[in-house]
């Protein structure tokens, strides 16, 4: 197979995968916190290793992971006492978990039946000195702009936010979570406020995603046809060279 067939196979991979996160923004355009997820694609040059075929300096298109806008979402009115949305770009509620200490955007909070906030998976929301425990029997609380909780009059603790310095250093986890994959530290998160009633819509612009979804594919069809091509005028040519033998 000759390099532009190689190289319009490359582009197909990850054409698929285009296809794949464009179909995904799409489906969480109504998923609370969600954040919209592109590919980041780049070139390799290509070594002829076995295959004599492949000349040095044929570039091929390279799958560099899942890059993520978390730009801020529009806040969306719940007026549920357990729903809070995060005013700030970066910044995070931090949840406890199994696996260590996770991040999410998603602030549709629950209480469990001891009285601790969760999220809706039944992970523990964590605040300035660990899980956050409320006593049902006091009434509703209230959360102020920097996340101090109140009931009955009487502060409770405090929401844990976490700010990054570098936004690539968390990995995506399941329900709306992140994790740190480093050993960077997370950071104070100046400036930014909790709004109690409200929850954070995703930021997947959906027309932009159908359009994203129209684009891949024509670009899918005529990776195809190149493809098709280059195979023909191999055919064509052992043809001719069969025929003058």
Known sequence: MENAAYIGLS???????????????????D??????????????????????SIRPGASFVLDNGVG????????????????????????????EDAGGEAYTR??????DPEGTLVTK???????????????PAQGPISV????????????IGQLGLARFAELGVLSKDGDGLYRNASNAAPIDATGAQVRQGMLEGSNVNSLVEITNLIEIS?????????????????????ERLGRSS
């Open 31 to 52: 998923t609370t916190g969600f954040k919209v997820e592109q590919l980041l694609m780049g070139a390799e040059i290509g070594n002829r290793a076995r295959n004599d």
């Open 121 to 135: 998976a039944g992970r523990p929301v964590l605040g300035d000195g660990g899980p956050i425990v409320v006593d």
């Open 106 to 111: 998603d602030g549709a909070f629950t209480i």
């Open 218 to 238: 024509r670009a899918y069809e005529r990776a195809t046809k190149m493809v098709e091509n280059v195979q023909e005028l191999s055919r064509r040519s052992v």
């Open 144 to 155: 102020a702009d920097d996340g101090t909780i109140s009931q009955a009059g009487a502060v």
């Open 11 to 29: 582009r197909q991979m990850t054409l698929r995968r285009e296809l794949d996160i464009a179909a995904n923004n799409i489906a969480n355009a």
């Open 68 to 95: 993520r806008d978390f730009s801020q979402g529009s806040l969306e009115q719940t007026g549920r006492s357990l729903d809070f949305a995060i005013e700030g770009e970066g910044v995070f509620f931090r949840i």
